[in-house]
């Protein structure tokens, strides 16, 4: 089951029965199939991560129960989720992975119940999949690699966590009805993601540089090498014009000269774009989900910062 996207928590009343309010995590998506000693780990995309998750799958045998899980498995460095720790579990050899899961163990946080004991739960209202949940993680008395996520139907606590978790690692809310079963493939869920706005410099854009489409972002590093660190969705049609008037077209000096970007995550299809003089600063908003100072999802760029120069913008390592 997946979400929709929405810029605030939903109203009261906006799903009958009520919501209820989970943290939203920067890990990979999981379904943990546990079946007489057998498990399998599959991701959102179908992927195979039994092998690239052993300390988990190793805990859903012991655990001696026929379940499926749904949830988000993770990896804390220094204190919050580190996305790009998980990245270094894919595709690696045995020996590699099984050091990985010793230096840098994974979590598998639960959040839904979709089968236990033989009995398929597909079609149980959330509040009550959610119950037979915490029964599970109560009556095994369950530690790490588990992790029962928080739940609260407490609107105001589910406002705090976007406020106050952002750092942490945690991407936003997820907002459930109290009496939706779970549908698999639909966007019946919700999700509302933590945004912070920041500023950077305009490095490159896509579409004419007199009327951009979109924005690749930049900041300097502390060698002075300025690094990509954001794209922006399309811009707002009268935010086009106004930055467009203030880009000058760079030449083959620039330092993104020949870099290589795709379209999308993950596609094989080059991204046309135009270089600019890395002059104009601009603010934008942009989620938590930061790997090494560079922000994975796009940014929505709010307005041009006229009044600062790049040398006003934060350095990045």
């Not at 605030?8 to 199939?33: I, N, Q, T, W």
């Not at 780990?41 to 129960?65: K, V, Y």
């Amino acid at each position: 089951m997946a979400a929709q996207a929405l810029a605030r928590l939903p109203a009261a009343g906006a799903v009958p029965g009520g919501m209820a309010f989970e943290p939203k995590y920067d890990g990979y998506r999981l379904l943990v199939f546990a079946h007489d000693g057998e498990v399998f780990l599959q991701s959102r995309n179908l992927w195979d991560l039994t092998g690239a998750f052993p300390e988990i799958a190793e805990a859903a045998a012991a655990l001696g129960e026929d379940v499926v899980l749904d949830g988000e498995v993770v990896i804390h460095t220094g204190g919050r989720l580190d996305f790009s720790a998980l990245q270094q579990r894919m595709n690696r050899r045995p020996a590699t992975t099984a050091r990985l899961a010793v230096e840098q163990p994974a979590h598998f946080i639960a959040f839904d119940l979709l089968e236990h004991a033989g009995s398929d739960m597909l079609t149980w209202p959330y509040a009550e999949r959610r119950a037979v949940l915490t029964s599970l993680f109560q009556s095994h008395d369950l530690h790490a690699p588990w992790q029962l996520t928080p739940a609260t139907e407490d609107r105001a606590l589910a406002e705090r966590w976007l406020t106050e978790w952002g750092g942490l690692g945690v991407e936003g809310v997820v907002a459930k009805g109290a009496h939706q079963p779970y549908q698999p493939g639909q966007r019946r869920w919700f999700k509302i993601r933590a945004r912070d706005t920041a500023e950077a410099i305009v490095g490159a854009v896509t579409g004419p540089v007199t009327r951009p489409n979109a924005l690749l972002l930049g900041r300097y590093t502390r060698g002075g090498r300025l690094r990509l660190v954001a794209r922006t969705s399309p811009l707002p049609l009268a935010l086009r014009d106004e930055i467009g008037a203030l880009l000058t077209p760079a030449d083959p000096g620039h330092p993104w000269w020949g870099m290589r970007l795709t379209v999308t995550w993950g596609s094989r299809e080059p991204l046309a774009f135009t270089c600019v003089v890395p002059e104009l600063v601009v603010e934008f908003l942009g989620d938590t989900a930061i790997d090494a100072s560079r922000w994975r999802h796009s940014v929505r760029a709010q307005r041009t910062r006229t009044d600062l120069t790049p040398r006003d913008v934060s350095t990045v390592d």
